[in-house]
């Protein structure tokens, strides 16, 4: 059984123990009025069923049981705010059990990816970043270099093809010439950067 919450409640009979059955919905007003003996016996009737919906969702039993005594502090704190017209007392506390199960279902999985996000940084070679910048800057300079060997024909067809990403139609209709034309351009093209950048073919 569940300690009741909040811990200074001690969940005595004062006053609520009449013959007649107290709805939940006026067990909660007299709740949003400090009634802890109305919160104690709201708690008796409707724990068990915020429980098992906690459990079906979280399955861990000691989520479940935390999360379950968060939902009824939260209803202690809120009950001010419950208003019948809008739904019974019972669906108003499991719809805010399932918003809390929720909540502690996707703060669980957020930090598992945190984890993971560290895990894989801590794991990752470190790395000079200006030297890598700099190499990457030697290499875009080695390769404007080869390209203007190139002839003004073949640098055409390389960079709209390998830069401008168009097809060898597309490419063809914008340099007005025939398809076989820039297939060649482009073949002439590319063996003349690798052998400029020292790649072999």
């Given at each position: 059984m569940?300690?009741?919450v909040?811990?200074?409640?001690?969940?005595?009979s004062g006053g609520?123990?009449?013959?007649l059955?107290?709805?939940?919905a006026?067990l909660?007003?007299r709740?949003?009025?400090?009634?802890?003996?109305?919160?104690?016996?709201?708690?008796?009737?409707?724990?068990?069923?915020v429980?098992?919906?906690?459990?079906r969702?979280?399955?861990?039993v000691?989520?479940?049981?935390?999360?379950?005594?968060?939902?009824?502090?939260?209803?202690?704190?809120?009950?001010?705010?419950y208003?019948?017209?809008?739904?019974?007392?019972s669906?108003?506390?499991?719809?805010?059990?399932?918003?809390?199960?929720v909540?502690?279902i996707r703060?669980?999985?957020?930090?598992?990816?945190r984890?993971?996000?560290?895990g894989?940084?801590?794991?990752?070679?470190?790395?000079?970043?200006?030297?890598e910048s700099v190499?990457i800057?030697?290499?875009h300079?080695?390769?404007?270099k080869?390209?203007?060997?190139?002839?003004?024909?073949?640098?055409?067809?390389?960079?709209?093809?390998?830069?401008?990403g168009y097809s060898?139609s597309?490419?063809?209709?914008?340099?007005?010439?025939?398809?076989?034309?820039?297939?060649?351009?482009?073949?002439?093209?590319m063996?003349?950067?690798?052998?400029?950048l020292?790649v072999?073919s």
């Amino acid at each position: 059984m569940l300690d009741l919450v909040p811990n200074e409640i001690d969940g005595s009979s004062g006053g609520v123990g009449s013959a007649l059955p107290v709805s939940q919905a006026d067990l909660l007003a007299r709740v949003a009025e400090g009634d802890q003996a109305a919160f104690g016996q709201l708690y008796d009737q409707v724990s068990p069923r915020v429980l098992g919906l906690v459990r079906r969702l979280l399955r861990d039993v000691a989520q479940s049981e935390e999360v379950t005594q968060e939902i009824f502090l939260e209803v202690w704190q809120n009950a001010t705010r419950y208003d019948p017209s809008k739904g019974g007392a019972s669906t108003w506390i499991l719809t805010m059990a399932h918003r809390r199960a929720v909540d502690r279902i996707r703060s669980s999985q957020s930090s598992r990816d945190r984890d993971t996000r560290v895990g894989i940084r801590d794991f990752a070679p470190e790395y000079d970043s200006v030297a890598e910048s700099v190499e990457i800057r030697i290499e875009h300079e080695r390769v404007e270099k080869a390209m203007a060997r190139l002839t003004e024909l073949q640098r055409q067809a390389v960079s709209l093809a390998y830069y401008g990403g168009y097809s060898h139609s597309e490419v063809a209709t914008m340099l007005s010439v025939p398809i076989g034309t820039v297939k060649t351009r482009l073949r002439d093209g590319m063996i003349r950067l690798r052998d400029e950048l020292g790649v072999g073919s």
